[in-house]
């Protein structure tokens, strides 16, 4: 397909979906088989990592394209025009299916999200039997700096995203919120701790910057 071809297709699209009553029901229609297959094939290839198959795995490739099919028509301002508009609009299908199933795992899963087990931290450290000593004091370092300079929020999103392995965005989810007002609950947080190890000796302190002459 040549540059020409491309632009007409894309801005078809675009006039198409923009429109009101009968033509933005009919390319509405049109659109959704193509997210479907998308969201069918991302689905399909997330489902053995999460343990997901039959009639869940379909609901979710339903729901996460009948979501991006939304989310196409609310974002038509955006594109712009640099890839096809299906490239385009496949994106937002990749993103429902992997927090969809995203979702799903952390429902099924055993591990309340805001349970603490800080014995994980340590788990994560690849090291040598005489080292171990030292890695669980650096985590019961952790959770003691977590107890003592946190506010509750703080607390439960870093215990969730960064102790349990929480994807944020499905957290927000849970916790009604936005990834970027955790985003930047989770930020304060990680700066909180880093002071409090440095002033326990746990961190070096960053090395002041270098001015220019």
Not at 25 to 34: G, W
Not at 119 to 145: G, T
Not at 152 to 181: C, Y
Not at 184 to 193: G, P, Y
Request: net charge negative; aromatic share 8%.
């Amino acid at each position: 397909m040549d540059d020409a071809e491309l632009d007409r297709q894309n801005r078809r699209w675009v006039r198409d979906l923009a429109a009101a009553g009968p033509q933005r029901e009919t390319t509405c229609a049109e659109l959704y088989p193509l997210l479907l297959r998308v969201a069918h094939a991302e689905a399909r290839r997330r489902a053995p990592v999460l343990k997901l198959d039959g009639p869940e795995l379909e609901d979710i490739a339903h729901q996460a394209a009948a979501d991006a099919l939304m989310a196409v028509t609310e974002r038509l301002d955006t594109f712009r025009g640099e890839a096809r508009f299906t490239t385009w609009a496949s994106k937002f299908v990749i993103f429902n299916v992997a927090t969809r199933m995203n979702r799903h795992f952390w429902r099924r899963h055993e591990v309340p999200y805001e349970q603490e087990d800080w014995s994980k931290i340590a788990s994560r450290f690849d090291v040598s039997p005489e080292d171990e000593a030292q890695v669980r004091e650096f985590a019961a370092a952790i959770s003691s700096a977590v107890e003592e300079n946190l506010s509750d929020r703080q607390r439960l999103v870093f215990v969730a995203t960064v102790l349990n392995g929480m994807p944020i965005d499905v957290l927000a989810d849970e916790l009604g919120s936005t990834h970027n007002a955790l985003y930047k609950v989770l930020f304060d947080a990680r700066k909180k701790l880093r002071v409090a190890l440095v002033a326990n000796g746990y961190l070096p302190a960053e090395a002041p910057a270098v001015r220019s002459a």
